[in-house]
């Protein structure tokens, strides 16, 4: 069984060992798109639709000479890293759309970053590319170049300029390119790779955002984990590049915001009770080029709307703080961590119990940070409120 690579040139793009192997087999598997390019084979076609559990299985009994038609680079986001665990089959690649759209670029692209977002939603994309000089953006009808257009401006990410190829090899090439403003203005063909490169080097914030760097709410500032314990936190939280993160009691959404940034390839989820804090962490996102959910409630509500997470950073806990401590146990992943600030000794005492007694492992870290202040001509200290940290580590199970 083997699989061959395809460009939209169809048929004269191939090598001439690919098109003699495609002629002499019994069964030609591929798109619609793909089977349109040979009108003259005789065999037995069989349509790419739906899911791929039925073709697996058909595939797994065929005893038959079978050839199956993938666009570009079938290992490149393609059917063949799924079929080839569960078929003996030969994979043989064409040029993927990414390798083409460089090409009309005369780009080199092994700096590149390749994200897509085909079938994809684009939630957590300002992350993922901020600071990033060179991307390729695989996109669909909904992750269009106007909305990619749209949505990096809405996180002020205009120091990029695209290249848009459309229709690679097919009928109707175009290559472009645009502005971010061009590009959201612009109609594009439906097959098509966005290309996006900085203009301008723009380097990513990073770990210690300062706390005048956050809206927060007005005239009472101060309900933000501040920057020295927000770094002791996201420390003890111990996150990955794909981790799972909750934030609850999310407030200005400070511990959010670092989290994303490091947890760029996973997700964070952040809950918060106060309206007015919620709208001013959703603003703290796009000043800080983060895109993550952020939902109006009062936890352990709406946190069966999140998945299960790596970690769990707690600010504020509502007053309930059993029932919540039990969910976010019972919800967290083997091994992993959950994080809270504690600023009394009667919520220290009840949080070390529920936490024991939910089978965690429990650490403290009493923070007693002061910082320098002029006074005159000489400098002086001034204590930050003293916090504990707590940290709960979840067995494997």
Not at 248 to 267: D, L, M, N
Request: with cysteine; aromatic share 6%.
């Amino acid at each position: 069984m083997k699989m061959i690579g395809i460009g939209d040139n169809g048929a004269e793009g191939l090598l001439p060992q690919y098109a003699e192997w495609i002629n002499e087999c019994d069964v030609l598997v591929g798109g619609e798109r793909h089977l349109q390019f040979f009108p003259e084979f005789k065999n037995e076609k069989k349509v790419i639709k739906g899911g791929l559990s039925a073709l697996t299985a058909e595939l797994q009994q065929e005893t038959r000479n079978v050839v199956i038609l993938v666009s570009g680079d079938p290992l490149f986001y393609g059917l063949g890293g799924v079929l080839a665990k569960k078929l003996p089959i030969a994979i043989y690649p064409y040029t993927s759309s990414v390798q083409l759209a460089f090409s009309k670029m005369q780009e080199s692209w092994q700096d590149a970053y390749i994200v897509s977002l085909h079938g994809r939603s684009i939630k957590g994309f300002a992350q993922r590319i901020d600071g990033r000089k060179k991307i390729a953006v695989l996109t669909d009808e909904a992750n269009s170049p106007q909305a990619i257009a749209k949505y990096l401006k809405r996180f002020g990410m205009t120091e990029y300029d695209a290249f848009v190829a459309e229709n690679l090899q097919g009928e109707n090439e175009r290559c472009r390119s645009l502005t971010l403003d061009e590009m959201e203005q612009t109609s594009f063909f439906p097959l098509n790779v966005v290309i996006l490169k900085q203009r301008e080097v723009v380097e990513r914030a990073s770990l210690g955002i300062p706390d005048d760097a956050f809206l927060q709410r007005k005239p009472d500032k101060g309900l933000i984990t501040k920057r020295e314990i927000r770094t002791l936190s996201l420390q003890e939280l111990e996150l990955k590049e794909n981790s799972v993160v909750w934030d609850i009691g999310t407030c200005t959404g400070s511990v959010a915001i670092e989290a994303a940034k490091i947890a760029r390839e996973g997700a964070v989820y952040a809950i918060e009770k106060n309206e007015g804090d919620l709208e001013n962490c959703l603003e703290n996102q796009l000043k800080h080029r983060t895109d993550f959910v952020a939902v109006l409630g009062k936890a352990p509500d709406r946190l069966d709307e999140f998945p299960n997470p790596h970690a769990i950073f707690i600010g504020g806990n509502g007053g309930n703080m059993e029932l919540l401590l039990q969910t976010c146990i019972s919800r967290l992943q083997p091994n992993g961590r959950l994080v809270m600030n504690i600023a009394t000794i009667e919520n220290l005492a009840e949080a070390l119990q529920h936490l024991k007694t939910l089978g965690c492992e429990v650490s403290i870290l009493q923070a007693q940070i002061s910082k320098s202040k002029p006074i005159l001509n000489l400098t002086r200290f001034e204590p930050l409120n003293p916090i504990y940290i707590m940290t709960a580590k979840k067995g494997k199970e």
